[in-house]
Structures are given as structure tokens and as C-alpha cells.
């Protein structure tokens, strides 16, 4: 008798699948995402799962970032975050752009500005860089733009103007900036009592303005009749002169 073995089982090719994932790291052109991926069987269970990092895509356009430093200061103007360009996938090239003095995004403004990498740093910064920077990135292999930003930098001499925003503010404008809310706004008790005092003083400003205006123009009138009367005196004297 010829001895048959059993057909060894079949292997079910396994799929992979997305578990869950997070929200791209920026709001506008290339950032990173973390994917946890599983591996799924006919039945529905999960195993082998892994937490993948990969480059996630939005809108290409990121409008204008303003920039205020004081000169002297290092700065360094970035394009394209490190962690979402050494990731695997296709390269990318970097244009850079500059329009001097100017803070706009009106493209026929702007020259070429050589610099091939992802970022332009400036050590120290000097006032003549103050201008709007505009940084593409392309794929290479297809030249598809997928981030576009411009940056608004001025250079502020030293001296010249405090940046210290607190300090700038009066006390009133700090309370709310601290969401606090300000002594004297019109609201609650006091503010009721200050509104009370505030009307009481116009009125009386506003009746003693009156009383002073009656006074004055009743001088005004008396003296005016005065003077009428003795215009009509002097005419009637002239008269009997001339009897």
C-alpha cells in the first residue's frame, strides 16, 4: 500500500492594514505622520504590528511667516523640517528667492537667491537681510511643487526699538493680555459707582455751564440797552440844540 501524507496546509497570504494614525505634523506642505500598522488575518485578528513614520502631504502654499529680530542675533530660516526630508521617499530640491527690503509675496518682486539646502541661516543677522525670503521645494524626478512659504524678515538695529512686548504695555493692557479684566470698564459695583460719579460731575458741569452762559448773556443785554439808550439820548439832545 502506497502511504499518503497529508497536503501540508496552504499559507493565507496576510494583509496589512492601518490600526490608526496621527494628524500630519504641519498645516501646510511636507510633514511626518505615525501609522500603526498590523498585520490582519481572515478572521480579523491583529499581529505583528509596527509603528511606521512616514511623509504626509498638504496644501502646497504656506503664505507668509513674519519674522522681527534684532541685529546681531543668529537666526536660521527653515524650509523644510530635517526629520521630514531624511525620511525614505523621493528627493527634493530647494529654490530660494529674496526680495530685498520688501515684505510681500508678489513673485515678480523677488531674485534668484542661491542656496541649495533645506534651510538659510544668517550668523550673525544684519540689517541688509531684512526682505522676504521665498523657499520651494520640488520633487525631483517629477518637479511637482509641494511647499511654497515666504519669510518676512526685519532686522531691527540694536537701540533702536525695545521688542520687549510686556514692558511696551501699559498696565491696563497687561491685564488683558493676562485675561484679566481691567479696573474702571463699566462693569460690576465699582464700575457702576464710577458710571454714577461720572454722570453727577456732567451734570454739574453742565448746570453751572448754564448759569454761567444766562449771567453772561444777561450782562451782555444790559449793556447793550445802555448803550441804546444813550445813543437815543445823545440824538434826542441833538435835535432840541437844533430848535
Known amino acids: 500500500p502506497v502511504l499518503e501524507l497529508p497536503e501540508a496546509p496552504q499559507e493565507i497570504p496576510e494583509a496589512l492594514v492601518v490600526v ?3 494628524s500630519c505634523s504641519v498645516t501646510c506642505g511636507l510633514g511626518v505622520k ?3 500598522v498590523c498585520e490582519v488575518s481572515p478572521a480579523g485578528e491583529y499581529w505583528n504590528c509596527s509603528l511606521v513614520r512616514s511623509r504626509c502631504l498638504r496644501d502646497w502654499i504656506c503664505g507668509l511667516q513674519h519674522l522681527r529680530i534684532p541685529e546681531g542675533k543668529p537666526t536660521r530660516l527653515v524650509c523644510l523640517s530635517p526629520e521630514a526630508a531624511s525620511l525614505e521617499g523621493p528627493n527634493f530640491g530647494y ?4 526680495s530685498r527690503g520688501l515684505i510681500t509675496t508678489n513673485d515678480l ?3 534668484p537667491f542661491h542656496n541649495p539646502s533645506p534651510s538659510l541661516s ?3 543677522a544684519l540689517e541688509s537681510h531684512s526682505g522676504t525670503y521665498r523657499c520651494d521645494v520640488q520633487v525631483l524626478s517629477s518637479f511637482q511643487l509641494v511647499k511654497r512659504i515666504y519669510f518676512g524678515l526685519r532686522v531691527i538695529p540694536r537701540g533702536l526699538v525695545n521688542l520687549d512686548f510686556e514692558k511696551s504695555l501699559t498696565k491696563e493692557q497687561q491685564l ?3 485675561g484679566e479684566e481691567p479696573p474702571g470698564n463699566g462693569s460690576g459695583a465699582a464700575g457702576q459707582e464710577e458710571r454714577q460719579d461720572l454722570w453727577e460731575k456732567q451734570w454739574f458741569y453742565e448746570a453751572v455751564l448754564g448759569v454761567g452762559s444766562g449771567v453772561i448773556m ?3 443785554s444790559s449793556l447793550g440797552f445802555c448803550c441804546l439808550a444813550r445813543l437815543c439820548r445823545r440824538r434826542a439832545a441833538g435835535k432840541m440844540n437844533r430848535i
Open 20 to 22: 490608526n494614525s496621527t
Open 34 to 36: 505615525d501609522d500603526w
Open 95 to 98: 529654490t530660494w528667492q529674496f
Open 109 to 111: 518682486l523677488f531674485r
Open 122 to 124: 544668517f550668523s550673525p
Open 176 to 178: 488683558v493680555a493676562n
Open 218 to 220: 444777561g450782562i451782555l
